[in-house]
């Protein structure tokens, strides 16, 4: 897998490179600033972009508006946000389009899932953070979209935000693949999703889980 990350901090770029290189794959650039990476992006067409959420010129959020400039201009581009702090406002909109994650940078330091989640996103899934997810469902009204699930169903629709499929929603909760798909299909029709196509119904049922719908 070609890489291209977007990191003001040459301390982490530096070793998240290292860390992608050592499990095999190619880096195909780095950028200090969004403009950069736009550019390299540009250049060098990778599978996967990961990118700083706050980066220069102006330090706020110029890596995940420039995220969202990739997507528009390379549809098949893997994404994976990085932030230090747990900040969705772009995250709704990107997850819609598949092929994106977004991630706490200190998931990182968890290796292995980490890479799970980047070889997810670049092989056409999801990847959220449990935490991103977490506290998204814990501004919930009772009164919301969510109300009629059960708790069990909500557990399955997180797992789902996150990315998982149905066999790992079901060997992260001890479940069989089958008792999943009830799951799923339930959750499916309590949002009023399943008149539409499979792989759609998964991304507007984890948009009303976010919060986009």
Same mark, same amino acid.
Request: glycine share 10%; aromatic share 4%; charged share 25%.
């Given at each position: ?93 990107? +997850?819609? *389009?598949?092929?994106?994650?977004? $991630?706490? =940078?200190?998931?990182? &330091?968890?290796? #292995? !899932? ?65 008792? +999943?798909? *009830?799951?799923?299909?339930?959750? $499916?029709? =309590?949002?009023?999703? &399943?008149?539409? #196509? !499979? ?15």
């Amino acid at each position: 897998m070609r890489v291209v990350i977007g990191e003001d901090s040459a301390l982490f770029r530096e070793g998240l490179a290292r860390l992608l290189a050592d499990a095999g794959h190619e880096i195909a650039g780095l950028a200090a600033d969004a403009t950069s990476l736009l550019a390299v992006v540009t250049e060098t067409r990778p599978d996967l972009a990961v990118i700083d959420v706050r980066m220069p010129p102006d330090g706020t959020d110029d890596g995940a508006r420039a995220a969202r400039r990739l997507r528009v201009l390379h549809p098949g581009l893997g994404i994976v946000l990085l932030s230090q702090h747990i900040e969705t406002r772009h995250s709704v909109e990107l +997850v819609a *389009t598949g092929r994106f994650g977004y $991630l706490l =940078k200190d998931r990182v &330091l968890a290796v #292995d !899932e980490f890479l799970e989640a980047l070889d997810r996103v670049a092989a056409g899934g999801s990847a959220l953070d449990p935490e991103v997810v977490g506290r998204l469902i814990g501004r919930r009204q009772a009164d919301d979209r969510l109300a009629p699930l059960t708790p069990r169903e909500r557990e399955v629709l997180g797992l789902m935000a996150e990315g998982f499929t149905n066999v790992g929603i079901g060997r992260r909760l001890f479940l069989t693949e089958r008792t +999943v798909e *009830t799951h799923v299909g339930s959750i $499916l029709a =309590k949002l009023g999703l &399943l008149t539409n #196509d !499979e792989q759609h119904r998964r991304v507007l049922a984890v948009l009303a889980y976010l919060g986009g719908h």
